[in-house]
Structures are given as structure tokens and as C-alpha cells.
């Protein structure tokens, strides 16, 4: 089992967009194969998702999780960390 791992990824396209797409929540699903649904639990006052539950499968294995997210550094980094779930420990990650 791997207790931890990284991955770096350089997307060419511009900051707004990113961002865009990074919060969108909602259509995950479409893009993130793995990800089978979604669910926006709570929003900030400014109408951004910061508690958002996934359901996933991958390898034969659902699972479910939900990540809180941080706009501190919005919009040039996006940082989330696993409040709950079922099968991982720990999820803490960023868009930078």
C-alpha cells in the first residue's frame, strides 16, 4: 500500500481558466474518469465550493471522500485536505 505520493503537472492554459475548471465542481465527472459524482455540501459567501463530497472508483473499488478546500491564496493556488472518507487516510494536495 503506499503511504504517500506527488505529482506535478504543467497545464498550458491561462490562470482564470484553470481556476475555472479547478472549482467546477459539479462536472468532475465529465473529465476525471475516476470520479463518479459529486456533491457541493457547503460555500463561502462568495459562493465557492469549501466542502465538497466525491465518490470515485478505480481498480475495481468505490470509495468515497469529502475535501475541504482553501481560497486563502485564490486564485494563483487552490490547497484541499480529506475531512472524511472511507478507505484513505489522508488526501492534502494543491493547484499552484
Given at each position: 500500500m503506499v503511504d504517500s505520493g506527488s505529482e506535478s503537472v504543467v497545464v498550458m492554459?491561462?490562470?482564470d481558466a484553470c481556476f475555472s475548471v479547478a472549482t467546477d465542481f459539479e462536472n468532475y465527472p465529465e473529465w476525471a474518469h475516476d470520479v463518479k459524482q459529486t456533491?457541493?455540501?457547503t460555500?463561502?459567501?462568495s459562493g465557492r465550493?469549501?466542502?465538497v463530497?466525491?465518490?470515485a472508483s478505480a481498480l475495481g473499488r468505490s470509495t468515497h471522500?469529502?475535501?475541504e478546500y482553501d481560497y486563502a491564496q485564490a486564485p494563483n493556488k487552490l490547497s484541499w485536505h480529506m475531512s472524511d472518507g472511507d478507505i484513505m487516510?489522508?488526501?492534502i494536495g494543491s493547484y499552484a
Open positions: 492554459a491561462g490562470l456533491t457541493v455540501l460555500r463561502d459567501a465550493p469549501t466542502v463530497e466525491f465518490r471522500y469529502t475535501l487516510r489522508s488526501i
